[in-house]
């Protein structure tokens, strides 16, 4: 598997004509083996890593994804995003207030998750700003979301699904793991940080948050709906728990349209979101 997501960035590269790949470095695994194989695929000279913590980056994120680029031996800088996104908020504050009044709604009842997701798109923009304005450098942006996250609407458009080509959009999340342990084998040494194996999964944009799955559970169920085409009661006789298979296979359903707007990835698997996946975006099939 880490030799066919090698050669796919190496030929992608070859053939669009871009030499280098800028990477967003979260201090998480998805990220970390994003740039590992970069290096690998187009030698560490002709890649970068940035960091862009925000309020809620925790410590051990940030010194992982340095010490990841450490590891490496890449170019890495640190852009921090939270002034930005304090910007963008003061600027939208009076806009909002008068759309609120045209429409009667009060601003206690609107989505917080909206908070949330002007960081990833902070982001997004900044990597993209790398790749447009280095133009001499011809830097392309590497997608580092995984496959179970993309199927289950788990990202942000134009944010964290901003990219030139996705890396791990066809790799499920256990098997991102799978790939950061035979990395650090391969290397006979820590390449990839520990801490960054061991740790909870997060998104790190608001207080204490974590991902709310069970990979263990839900990255292979995701795999038998998406890859071997498995209905609910399939699952269920399996002995997935019911309430799981009704829960992923709604977020599978309703983030199609997400899908359409993904980075396209490099195909691994029998079964990969794009030209292998085509399904309508809006639909009343509940499997």
């Not at 790949?21 to 990220?31: N, Q, T």
């Not at 391969?186 to 944009?205: C, T, Y």
């Amino acid at each position: 598997m880490f030799g066919a997501l090698v050669l796919g960035i190496k030929d992608y590269f070859m053939k669009t004509g871009f030499e280098r790949a800028v990477v967003g470095l979260s201090g998480g695994i998805d990220s970390s083996v994003t740039v590992c194989i970069a290096v690998e695929a187009l030698g560490k000279e002709n890649v970068i890593g940035v960091s862009m913590p925000s309020k809620f980056s925790s410590g051990h994120s940030k010194s992982d994804a340095e010490q990841l680029a450490e590891n490496l031996g890449i170019c890495y800088v640190r852009v921090g995003i939270q002034e930005v996104v304090d910007r963008f908020h003061k600027s939208l504050e009076k806009p909002l207030e008068q759309i609120r009044k045209c429409f009667g709604t009060k601003k206690e009842d609107e989505d917080p998750v909206a908070d949330e997701n002007i960081q990833p798109r902070t982001r997004g923009n900044i990597l993209m700003d790398i790749s447009n304005r280095l133009k001499d450098l011809k830097i392309l942006v590497l997608n580092t979301g995984n496959k179970t996250e993309v199927a289950l609407g788990f990202c942000t458009l134009y944010g964290d699904m901003a990219g030139g080509i996705g890396t791990l959009g066809d790799v499920s999340k256990l098997e991102v793991y799978k790939l950061a342990e035979y990395i650090n084998r391969k290397a006979g040494k820590k390449v990839i940080p520990q801490s960054v194996l061991d740790k909870k999964p997060s998104p790190e944009l608001k207080e204490c948050q974590f991902d709310p799955f069970d990979f263990d559970i839900v990255s292979p169920l995701v795999d038998e709906i998406i890859e071997n085409r498995r209905s609910k009661q399939d699952l269920i006789t399996m002995g997935y728990p019911k309430e799981a298979v009704e829960d992923i296979y709604r977020r599978v359903r309703n983030s199609e349209y997400k899908r359409r707007q993904a980075t396209p990835c490099i195909k691994i698997t029998p079964k990969a979101f794009g030209i292998g996946w085509k399904m309508p975006m809006v639909n009343k099939y509940r499997g």
